[in-house]
């Protein structure tokens, strides 16, 4: 056999070259006979008995299999230069999505379920646009309680009302209908001398009836400044004694005034006030008496 030792050495070996090889696999007596093998030959059997991967990539450019499913090769996704990010597509190509710590920036995001887990919020900042009028019908399904602006729960019949601002208040339907039968649901409470009570409902007019003798009846009225420009109509009804000896007194609270005093009385049957908040204080905008 020769003295491999003894020819020149090749430092740059092409694929045909061939190396000699003693070939252990074949039994007596042919066992350990010399053999060639090429450097194809040998790189094949490297790659494909050990799963050997090939391929190169570009510096901070995460790698992907091509095409092949054997060989690295560079992906669209990459690292930007903070080193806080990875970005997909390129900003030149005027889509990309950049993830970072605890964010995600695209120009698009098709998804079909967003969830807030362990009691988190989804927020939307900037402009918002619900549904884009292609290939109608789109629909937009609440299932959940809504709150308006104020953070307010609306109740059964109301509905969302902008205001100067364009910030959206619940209000009852029946006061914002236009072209339609307008129909007051009151609110119905019995005064009676000595009593109060605090006005919390949502109807935008109250009916009140007295039992009992003389004396003064207190309705402590909402906040002028909790819903700014609110109308509430107070009414007495038939069972309202007359003489002036029946007092129901309207109470501004936290400070606030209506028509500049801390209150205002009536003291007749079917008699009604309307009071209209300005957003600090309440305005009484119609009287009637008999």
Same mark, same amino acid.
């Given at each position: 056999?020769?003295?491999?030792?003894?020819?020149?050495?090749?430092?740059?070996?092409?694929?045909?070259?061939?190396?000699?090889?003693?070939?252990?696999?074949?039994?007596?007596?042919?066992?350990?006979?010399?053999?060639?093998?090429?450097?194809?030959?040998?790189?094949?059997?490297?790659?494909?008995?050990?799963?050997?991967?090939?391929?190169?990539?570009?510096?901070?450019?995460?790698?992907?299999?091509?095409?092949?499913?054997?060989? !690295?090769?560079?992906?669209?996704?990459?690292?930007?230069?903070?080193?806080?990010?990875?970005?997909?597509?390129?900003?030149?190509?005027?889509?990309?999505?950049?993830?970072?710590?605890?964010? !995600?920036?695209?120009?698009?995001?098709?998804?079909?379920? !967003?969830?807030?887990?362990?009691?988190?919020?989804?927020?939307?900042?900037?402009?918002?646009?619900?549904?884009?009028?292609?290939?109608?019908?789109?629909?937009?399904?609440?299932?959940?309680?809504?709150?308006?602006?104020?953070?307010?729960?609306?109740?059964?019949?109301?509905?969302?009302?902008?205001?100067?601002?364009?910030?959206?208040?619940?209000?009852?339907?029946?006061?914002?209908?236009?072209?339609?039968?307008?129909?007051?649901?009151?609110?119905?409470?019995?005064?009676?001398?000595?009593?109060?009570?605090?006005?919390?409902?949502?109807?935008?007019?109250?009916?009140?009836?007295?039992?009992?003798?003389?004396?003064?009846?207190?309705?402590?009225?909402?906040?002028?400044?909790?819903?700014?420009?609110?109308?509430?109509?107070?009414?007495?009804?038939?069972?309202?004694?007359?003489?002036?000896?029946?007092?129901?007194?309207?109470?501004?609270?936290?400070?606030?005034?209506?028509?500049?005093?801390?209150?205002?009385?009536?003291?007749?049957?079917?008699?009604?006030?309307?009071?209209?908040?300005?957003?600090?204080?309440?305005?009484?905008?119609?009287?009637?008496?008999?």
């Amino acid at each position: 056999m020769a003295i491999i030792y003894s020819y020149p050495e090749k430092t740059s070996p092409a694929g045909g070259d061939f190396l000699v090889i003693t070939d252990s696999e074949q039994p007596a007596p042919n066992k350990n006979r010399t053999k060639s093998l090429t450097i194809d030959n040998l790189a094949s059997y490297v790659t494909t008995s050990t799963s050997g991967i090939t391929g190169s990539g570009t510096l901070n450019t995460i790698a992907m299999f091509t095409p092949n499913g054997q060989a !690295i090769g560079d992906s669209i996704m990459f690292q930007n230069s903070n080193n806080l990010e990875i970005q997909v597509g390129v900003f030149s190509g005027g889509s990309n999505t950049v993830l970072g710590p605890g964010f !995600i920036s695209t120009t698009g995001l098709g998804v079909r379920n !967003i969830s807030a887990q362990e009691g988190g919020e989804v927020t939307f900042s900037g402009n918002v646009i619900i549904g884009d009028g292609i290939g109608l019908p789109d629909y937009l399904t609440i299932s959940s309680s809504v709150q308006d602006s104020n953070a307010a729960v609306g109740t059964e019949g109301q509905i969302l009302v902008a205001d100067p601002s364009s910030r959206l208040l619940w209000d009852n339907a029946t006061d914002v209908v236009s072209g339609a039968v307008a129909k007051l649901i009151p609110y119905v409470t019995t005064a009676t001398p000595g009593g109060s009570e605090t006005y919390n409902a949502l109807n935008n007019i109250v009916k009140i009836g007295w039992s009992g003798g003389n004396g003064i009846y207190v309705i402590n009225l909402p906040s002028a400044t909790a819903i700014p420009y609110r109308v509430i109509r107070f009414v007495t009804n038939g069972t309202y004694p007359g003489g002036g000896a029946h007092k129901v007194r309207f109470t501004a609270t936290g400070g606030e005034t209506i028509d500049g005093d801390a209150f205002f009385e009536t003291s007749k049957v079917y008699e009604g006030i309307a009071v209209w908040s300005t957003g600090t204080e309440w305005v009484i905008i119609q009287a009637k008496a008999h």
